[in-house]
């Protein structure tokens, strides 16, 4: 029998300790070779998806049961211990430093900070326009995109700006973490980055189906998925993401998702024709996208390269 601390059943990711220690549950092993014998795809596809669920999945639970403002509070110490146990610092130190490197690089040199920070906001600015020019060429579908998030109807104005941040803080933390980290480090380790952050931008794209909003957007779910997969893998960090990926949802929510903005209420340019605010914005979309690529060519070239890459393999180091 073999004895673990956190039955996660990701790769690489079973929380190993010795026999006999308190506290722990215990899985036969032909259960483990049964996980182990598993392809390397799937146990990753697998592990993401869990990891990424355990935060979002409680927050759910959270608001749901409660419908106060006052849960984010809880959602706080919640975030707090998931970093705390995907990271590596806390749970069984036999897989400490697995879960370090799923998580990758916590403490970035300067310019990698500069750098990566500044990828993420162009990565903001470059979703939020594809949705611009997406919507003036075809009708937006407002019912369908507020359908989900009608709850927020019954707050006042600061406490649903409070349960909006607080749901785009969780869907970065715990997203990047699942998909860019546990997800996509063992395939980029297997089959490089490019079949990494494919396959886990498809399975990101996936998983919003079940969104009423996802439809009409799916090309843009996927392609947000790669840059965030792009800009995880230049940093080797998840950090930069998180904040990208948290401030694209504050505008998500507060823009496309409610109404908390007053919504999006341009006509299409069939109706109006090639107008200069559609100009506008396929050029804003188009450089700022030239300046993600090369944001992402200087991380690659100048900083990556000399500050967290050692013979070809990055060396996570917290």
């Known amino acids: 029998m073999y004895s673990v601390d956190w039955l996660f059943l990701p790769p690489h990711l079973c929380f190993i300790n010795n026999l006999g220690t308190m506290k722990q549950f215990t899985i036969s092993g032909s259960m483990f070779r049964m996980w182990n014998s598993l392809p390397l795809v799937v146990r990753a596809v697998l592990s993401g998806c869990l990891v990424s669920s355990v935060g979002i999945f409680t927050w759910g639970i959270l608001f749901s049961s409660f419908l106060v403002p006052w ?34 690089l916590t403490r970035l040199k300067p310019a990698v900070w500069k ?16 949705f611009v020019i997406t919507f003036r060429m075809i009708t937006f579908p407002a019912a369908r995109f507020t359908a989900d998030y009608k709850a927020l109807d019954n707050f006042s104005a600061w406490a649903a700006w409070a349960i909006l941040i607080m749901s785009s803080i969780v869907a970065g933390i715990c997203e990047e973490t699942g998909f860019r980290g546990y997800m996509q480090v063992p395939l980029e380790k297997k089959y490089g980055p490019v079949v990494a952050i494919t396959l886990t ?4 794209t996936l998983i919003h189906l079940s969104r009423t909003w996802a439809l009409p957007i799916l090309p843009h779910i996927f392609f947000a998925s790669v840059l965030l997969g792009i800009l995880a893998y230049k940093c080797g960090s998840l950090i930069p993401g998180i904040i990208g990926h948290s401030i694209l949802d504050v505008f998500d929510y507060s823009i496309w998702w409610t109404d908390l903005t007053g919504g999006f209420t341009r006509q299409t340019i069939f109706k109006t024709g090639v107008d200069l605010h559609f100009i506008v914005w396929v050029l804003i979309f188009l450089l700022a996208l030239f300046g993600f690529l090369r944001v992402m060519r200087r991380l690659n070239n100048d900083q990556v390269s000399k500050t967290i890459l050692h013979g070809g393999e990055p060396q996570f180091s917290h």
């Open 71 to 104: 849960v984010i509070f809880p959602m706080i110490v919640v975030l707090w211990v998931f970093w705390r146990i995907f990271s590596g610092n806390w749970g069984s130190k036999r897989s400490a430093e697995i879960r370090k490197e799923h998580f990758r």
């Open 115 to 130: 750098w990566g920070l500044a990828g993420a906001i162009l990565f903001v600015v470059i979703v939020q326009t594809s």
């Open 201 to 204: 931008s498809l399975i990101f």
